[in-house]
């Protein structure tokens, strides 16, 4: 069974720079980049939807900024995305030599997780928005729920990569606002993708992800059966 989640909260996979670059006396842009390496900073662990863009990009932005400097990947996986999203604001270079991908939730969380995030997202300067992206909320059907309802008296254990993520968020926020009694399980830092494979396993009764996230473990399993 399957929920759409509201696609307004979720703002997709947005590529954010720590601080904009303040070019030093004359020297020009590409001046400044040529030779340099860039650091992309991915909150969570290789194989997710975030870690996947985090590749894209490595491969690709190096070609569009003058100088064509290098890039490498730094997967800082935990706490939901937290300690790799509070490294990149509050610890990596402002000096145009550092990116990051955040979570789709990670405005929201100014105000759900005050104690956990450690940023203030109007000062973060943001690239722009790489993908809109459609959270759905995936049930197994031996769980016995075949419609939203069911949720509401049937306790199913939901996969989550931890506090601040939107495996943590949406289901909490589903059970406020609609009286559901979902069981969010902490602990799956390997992001998404981890949570899948527990869903897949039967460890876990369910799991949030994006509509990407979801086609790729249907392809995963597809060519397992086959």
Same mark, same amino acid.
């Given at each position: 069974?399957?929920?759409?989640?509201?696609?307004?909260?979720?703002?997709?996979?947005?590529?954010?720079?720590?601080?904009?670059?303040?070019?030093?006396?004359?020297?020009?842009?590409?001046?400044?980049? +040529?030779?340099?390496?860039?650091?992309?900073?991915?909150?969570?662990?290789?194989?997710?939807?975030?870690?996947?863009?985090?590749?894209?990009?490595?491969?690709?932005?190096?070609?569009?900024?003058?100088?064509?400097?290098?890039? +490498?990947?730094?997967?800082? !996986?935990?706490?939901?995305?937290?300690?790799?999203?509070?490294?990149?604001?509050?610890?990596?270079?402002?000096?145009?030599?550092?990116?990051?991908?955040?979570?789709?939730?990670?405005?929201?969380?100014?105000?759900?997780?005050?104690?956990?995030?450690?940023?203030?997202?109007?000062?973060?300067?943001?690239?722009?928005?790489?993908?809109?992206?459609?959270?759905?909320?995936?049930?197994?059907?031996?769980?016995?729920?075949?419609?939203?309802?069911?949720?509401?008296?049937?306790?199913?254990?939901?996969?989550?990569?931890?506090?601040?993520?939107?495996?943590?968020?949406?289901?909490?926020?589903?059970?406020?606002?609609?009286?559901?009694?979902?069981?969010?399980? !902490?602990?799956?830092?390997?992001?998404?993708?981890?949570?899948?494979?527990?869903?897949?396993?039967?460890?876990?009764?369910?799991?949030?992800?994006?509509?990407?996230?979801?086609?790729?473990?249907?392809?995963?399993?597809?060519?397992?059966?086959?």
């Amino acid at each position: 069974m399957f929920m759409r989640k509201a696609s307004a909260m979720a703002i997709g996979a947005v590529a954010t720079t720590i601080a904009a670059w303040t070019p030093a006396s004359a020297q020009t842009v590409e001046e400044f980049y +040529k030779g340099k390496e860039i650091t992309i900073i991915s909150p969570f662990a290789p194989g997710g939807t975030t870690a996947g863009l985090a590749v894209i990009f490595s491969e690709e932005l190096g070609k569009h900024i003058p100088g064509n400097p290098t890039f +490498k990947i730094e997967y800082m !996986p935990g706490a939901g995305g937290m300690i790799g999203q509070n490294f990149a604001v509050n610890q990596a270079p402002k000096d145009g030599t550092a990116l990051f991908l955040p979570q789709d939730s990670s405005v929201v969380l100014q105000k759900l997780e005050p104690d956990t995030v450690k940023y203030d997202a109007a000062t973060i300067n943001w690239l722009g928005n790489v993908v809109q992206s459609t959270a759905l909320l995936g049930i197994r059907k031996d769980t016995g729920v075949t419609k939203w309802e069911d949720l509401k008296t049937k306790e199913v254990f939901i996969a989550s990569s931890g506090a601040g993520s939107e495996t943590d968020v949406y289901p909490r926020i589903t059970n406020g606002v609609l009286g559901t009694i979902m069981n969010v399980v !902490p602990g799956y830092t390997g992001g998404s993708s981890e949570g899948m494979v527990a869903v897949e396993k039967g460890e876990a009764g369910g799991i949030v992800a994006i509509w990407r996230t979801w086609s790729i473990a249907r392809r995963r399993s597809r060519s397992r059966s086959s």
